[in-house]
């Protein structure tokens, strides 16, 4: 009884000899992988030229667009062969002329009238969210810059105040 306790504690790893905090391996996502193979360099928001935006070559910006992804361009293409095969089986249907333009002419009215009112909800969920983001940057920012003034009057070290500053 007292060797197959012996056993059981030798096959566990001893966890006092073991890091506190683990070294993470270098993992590519397939976002990073398929940048790499497409020959995308690492791209932020902070890297724009402001006077490509304010002149005509803005419609040609494809890199970091909606339409650069091809899962766009397939989910586009199934949603046009959805149409198109609704659109022929309503053609084709047998009761294709009992359908009245003026019942269709109703349900296209309600449904841009409901299509705008959910828009209006989407639009204002949006603006709210977007003024958190930015009133909560606004107080890290000066959060950051409180700090700063606290250390240099604390006297801290220049090189430690930067870091700190740096870090946030």
């Not at 001893?14 to 890091?19: F, I, R, T, V, W």
């Not at 360099?41 to 935006?53: G, L, M, N, P, R």
């Not at 293409?77 to 109703?106: D, E």
Request: aromatic share 12%.
């Amino acid at each position: 009884m007292a060797a197959s306790n012996f056993k059981a504690c030798e096959a566990q790893p001893d966890l006092e000899k073991q890091p506190v905090f683990y070294q993470r391996k270098e993992q590519t996502t397939l976002v990073q992988k398929a940048l790499d193979s497409q020959g995308h360099d690492e791209w932020d928001s902070t890297q724009y030229d402001i006077s490509k935006i304010t002149s005509w070559e803005a419609f040609l910006m494809t890199k970091g667009a909606a339409f650069d992804n091809p899962g766009t361009w397939k989910c586009m293409a199934y949603a046009t062969l959805l149409s198109l095969c609704v659109a022929a089986c309503t053609h084709f249907s047998i009761y294709a002329l009992t359908i009245t333009p003026a019942n269709v002419q109703k349900l296209g009215t309600f449904l841009t009238v409901f299509v705008g009112f959910l828009l209006g909800f989407f639009l204002s969920s949006s603006t709210t969210r977007w003024f958190g983001c930015t009133n909560a940057f606004l107080q890290l920012l000066d959060a950051v810059r409180s700090m700063q003034m606290q250390m240099i009057a604390l006297g801290v070290d220049h090189e430690r105040c930067e870091m700190l500053t740096r870090y946030g």
